[in-house]
C-alpha cells in the first residue's frame, strides 16, 4: 500500500495521519488591558494594549510593567494647540484590567524643531541633571533662539560669546531652582504647561533678545525609591494644584 516506485513501504502520500499540527490563532490567547495617563491629564484613558493570559508561572501583569508608551500631549489635554509634544508613559502597575503609567520622559515633535530652525538667528542649547524632592533624578535639555532687537536694520541676531554662556547659565539656573523645588507630579504639570520656559525667556532676556524657549526633552534617569506612593499619588484623583502659578 506504498508509493509506486518508494523504497519506504510505510510511506502513504500525503505523509503520516495526523501529522500535520492543528493552527491556533495566537490573539484567542491574548487579552487586552486598558491603559490609564496619572490624574492631573484631562483624557486619562489613551488607549489599550495586547498581552498573553496568564498560563503557569508566567504572569501577564509581570509581561506589563516596564512597557512604555508614546503619546501624543494633545490627545492627553484635548488640545490641538499642544500638538508639538509627546510624552512616554511607562507602566509601574497593574490594577485589575487596567495598567497604571507613570511620567518617563518627554521630547519635541520633528516638524516642530525643524520649524523653529531658521538663518540669521543663533541657537542657545543646555542640559541640566535634576532630582526633584520626591527622589526622581531628571535631565532636563533647554533650548532658545537669539532674535533681532527693536528697531535693529541689521540681518543676523548673533550674540557673542560670552552672551550665549550668560543665557545658557540662566536657562540652567531656572530650571534647577524649578525642577529642584517640587515632586515629580507638580514638575510634570510644570512641564506641560510651559511655566519653566516663560521664566527661563524673563531671566535670559536681559542678556540678550530671545524667542522661542522651550524645553525640549525630558528624560528619566533614575526612579524613586518610594516610587510606589509616587505612583499611587499620581493616580489620585485629587485635582493637582496649578504649578504655574507659584513660579
Keep these: ?9 510505510g510511506a502513504t502520500r500525503g505523509g503520516k495521519k495526523g501529522s500535520r499540527k492543528r493552527v491556533i490563532d495566537p490573539f484567542l490567547r491574548k487579552e487586552w488591558y486598558d491603559l490609564v495617563a496619572p490624574a492631573h491629564f484631562t483624557e486619562r484613558s489613551f ?3 495586547l498581552v498573553t493570559r496568564t498560563t503557569g508561572k508566567k504572569i501577564a501583569s509581570d509581561s506589563l510593567k516596564g512597557r512604555v508608551y508614546t503619546i501624543n500631549l494633545a490627545d492627553l489635554q484635548g488640545d490641538e494647540n499642544l500638538s508639538y509634544r509627546t510624552l512616554k508613559l511607562k507602566c509601574e502597575d497593574v490594577n485589575g484590567k487596567e495598567c497604571l503609567t507613570n511620567f518617563y520622559g518627554m521630547d519635541f515633535t520633528t516638524e516642530k524643531l525643524r520649524s523653529l530652525v531658521r538663518k540669521w ?5 543646555c542640559s541640566v541633571d535634576v532630582k526633584t ?16 532687537q ?3 536694520q541689521k540681518k543676523t541676531a548673533y550674540a557673542q560669546s560670552a552672551q550665549l554662556r550668560a543665557i545658557r547659565q540662566q536657562m540652567m539656573k531656572v530650571i534647577t531652582e524649578q525642577c529642584t523645588s517640587c515632586d515629580l507630579k507638580a514638575l510634570v504639570v510644570k ?9 527661563m525667556e524673563s531671566a535670559a532676556q536681559r542678556v540678550f533678545p530671545i524667542q ?3 524645553i525640549r526633552k525630558v528624560k528619566l534617569i533614575r526612579d524613586s525609591p518610594s516610587r510606589v506612593a509616587v505612583l499611587a499619588a499620581m493616580h489620585d484623583s485629587t485635582k493637582v494644584a496649578e504649578a504655574g502659578r507659584t513660579v
Excluded: C, W
Design 191 to 199: 512641564f506641560t504647561s510651559e511655566a519653566i520656559s516663560k521664566e
Design 1 to 9: 500500500s506504498g508509493i509506486p516506485g518508494s523504497k519506504n513501504k
Design 212 to 214: 522661542n524657549v522651550f
Design 47 to 49: 488607549g489599550q494594549t
Design 150 to 152: 527693536p528697531r535693529q
Design 121 to 125: 538667528q543663533q541657537i542657545v542649547e
Design 133 to 148: 524632592t520626591d527622589g526622581y533624578i531628571l535631565r532636563v535639555f533647554g533650548m532658545a533662539f537669539t532674535k533681532k
